[in-house]
């Protein structure tokens, strides 16, 4: 299986977007290889010119080839997809034109498939290209008829080649103007698809992260809690702290909300700037925090939180009396062996009980 998948990375190479154009390629070569052996059976039963055909199914093979390796590195050659898009169009509108100047009795069956060709480049093309490729298809394909009813009006009367214009004509816009609101519809959807990724990615954002301070909320928090429960092995070690900002009901009181907003803000991300790469702090409810220390033994999380205390006493909030300094008190826990972090968190909360009862400002172990 290995082999496989290896060539068919270098065949279709790994990203998805090229792939899908790739696959579209794959297609159109089936209908050209379809076409050339529908030509084929067209020389053996007498109804085309067997050199002409040759030629044109040596050119539509090439032509194929060459798409494949425009498409396939079109990368380093700079090719948009509108433009491969186009190219194959006229491309493959010329050989159809080819296809209809020596198929005899048998051209008007080759009418529809200028309309699939039209309906088939849509896919890939705006609104106004799609238009532009129908237009070259009817001057093409007319200019063609002209010629043949005018080399040999017997084989090819003037009047059927005028009801085959005005059929191929009708059928052309009919299928350009769909193709072109389906275009449209197609790119409303792309559109609104976009916009939902974005509000998924919003209420994603929404669901984790809590809005005034940017760290985790709660219910993120317990996620990760649960997550690190099933991740650590037995005798790993972690730790959980409390954290309460000291006398923040006063701030509110003398100041307002809004300026204890801010002091909620600037301490979460003096705090943020003291943790490990791994730890995670989340705002637990009001002015309470709660900081998850994985891997870690009790003196490296107290570690932690001296450097937390150290950064958030030297906070500087504007609007707020000089002499007021900053402060939060801590309970610390560490996590004991096969313990639910619920356990190890009330535990927690009763050293955060002693800090604060002790005077505040102060980080007190379970």
Known sequence: MRPVRDTTRVLLGAEPALRRMLNYWIATALLYLAGILLLAAQVAWGHAPRQPALLLGATAAAG??????????????????????????????????????????????????????????????????????????????????????????????????????????????????????????????????????????????????????ALSNRRHMNELLSAEERRQPPGARSCVALLDLDFFKQVNDRHGHALGDAVLREFARAARGALRSNDTLARWGGEEFLLLLPDAAQQDAQRVLDRMAERVHALRVEGLDPGWRVSFSAGLAARRDGEPFTEAISRADKALYRAKAAGRNRIEVA
């Open 64 to 213: 194929t080839l060459a798409f494949y390796v425009l498409i396939r590195f079109s990368t380093a050659l700079a090719l948009a997809p509108g433009t491969l898009a186009m190219l194959q169009s006229l491309f493959a509108i010329g050989c159809g034109m080819g296809s209809y100047a020596i198929a005899g009795p048998m051209r008007a069956a080759l009418l529809c498939m200028t309309v699939v060709i039209v309906a088939f480049c849509a896919v890939a093309l705006r609104a106004r290209q799609t238009l532009f490729v129908s237009a070259a298809a009817l001057s093409g394909m007319g200019y063609v008829m002209w010629w043949l009813q005018a080399r040999d009006p017997l084989r090819y009367p003037p009047a059927v080649e005028a009801m085959n214009f005005g059929y191929m004509a009708a059928a052309l816009l009919s299928s350009a103007l769909l193709s072109s609101e389906m275009t449209k519809l197609r790119r409303r959807m792309k559109h609104k698809k976009q916009e939902l990724e974005q509000a998924l990615a919003t209420i994603r954002i929404l669901a984790t992260v809590d809005e005034l301070t």
